[in-house]
């Protein structure tokens, strides 16, 4: 299986590991065939991204989508941020394996998962963001 530059250098040194303390919006989405799971948390100021952070239990494609994820949002206004899908991740890491294009969905889902339990917690609405359990999670 081969992996880009991008997807490597994300795996062995990822971005913005961690979790942010009383953070503004938390997302946690799971796949069972593979064993993923992935946990984002946000910090939002003014509706803009301050600071994101994940913690993810998966493969290397899994940490790497995660930590470019991260890495998008952040200064982006939830607006903007909806709009990070996993094509805009998977293009951020020059392409994923096939086999593993699930994890970018995943990414995509954590991150959306975050900004609804923010917008839930705030009482905001985000324009385009739906239910984290009315998405199709086919993969």
């Known amino acids: 299986m081969e992996y880009s530059e991008k997807v490597m250098d994300h795996f062995t040194n990822p971005r913005n590991v961690g979790e942010i ?11 069972e065939k593979c064993g993923d799971i992935m946990r984002f948390f946000l910090r939002i100021e003014n509706d803009v991204i301050i600071e994101a952070k994940f913690k993810t239990f998966g493969c290397g494609a899994a940490v790497a989508t995660s930590s470019i994820a991260t890495e998008l949002v952040v200064g982006k206004t939830l607006q903007e941020a909806v709009k990070i899908t996993n094509k805009s991740v998977m293009e951020a890491l020059d392409g994923l394996p096939a086999t593993k294009a699930h994890c970018s969905c995943l990414a995509e889902e954590a991150l959306h998962a975050a900004l609804w339990d923010y917008a839930k917690k705030s009482g905001v609405t985000i324009g385009g963001l739906q239910p984290p359990e009315e998405k199709n999670h086919e993969h």
């Open 21 to 31: 303390e009383n953070a503004d919006g938390i997302g946690t989405v799971g796949n």
